[in-house]
C-alpha cells in the first residue's frame, strides 16, 4: 500500500519561502514520477511542479524561477522548496505519485496522493 504524507505548510508573507516534504511509503519511489499539485477555493487542482523518475522536471509559468522541486531516493521524499511566495500561491497543495516514470501534467495521471497541506501567503 502506497502512502504520502505531506509536511511544511503553514502561513507565511508575501516575499517569503516554505520547503514542503512528502514522504512516501510503498510501492517502488525510485521509479516514479512525482508532482505537486495545488488547488484553491473554487478552483481546479493544478499542476505546480512535476519531476519524471529520472529527474527531468517542468513547472507551471507561474511558479518558474520561485519553485524547485527534488527528490531524494534515498529517503523516500519529494520535496517543494518555494521562494518569493505570493498571495496567489494560496491554496492546498498535493503530493503525487504516478506507478510510471514519466512526464504527465493532469491529475488523473498519478494514481496516488497525499492528504494535503495548507499553504497561506499574506499580502
Known amino acids: 500500500q502506497v502512502q504520502l504524507v505531506e509536511s511544511g505548510g503553514g502561513l507565511v508573507q508575501a516575499g517569503g519561502s516554505l520547503r514542503l516534504s512528502c514522504a512516501v511509503s510503498?510501492?517502488?519511489?525510485?521509479?516514479?514520477?512525482m508532482a505537486w499539485f495545488r488547488q484553491a477555493p473554487g478552483e481546479q487542482r493544478e499542476l505546480v511542479a512535476a519531476m519524471t523518475s529520472g529527474g527531468s522536471t517542468n513547472y507551471a509559468d507561474s511558479v518558474k524561477g520561485r519553485f524547485t522541486i527534488s527528490r531524494d531516493n534515498a529517503k523516500n521524499t519529494v520535496y517543494l522548496q518555494m521562494n518569493s511566495l505570493k498571495p496567489e500561491d494560496t491554496a492546498i497543495y498535493y503530493c503525487?505519485?504516478?506507478?510510471?516514470?514519466?512526464?504527465?501534467?493532469?491529475?488523473?495521471?498519478?494514481?496516488?496522493w497525499g492528504q494535503g497541506t495548507q499553504v497561506t501567503v499574506s499580502s
Open positions: 503525487a505519485g504516478s506507478r510510471y516514470s514519466g512526464t504527465y501534467y493532469y491529475p488523473g495521471s498519478y494514481g496516488y
Open positions: 510503498g510501492g517502488t519511489f525510485s521509479t516514479s514520477a
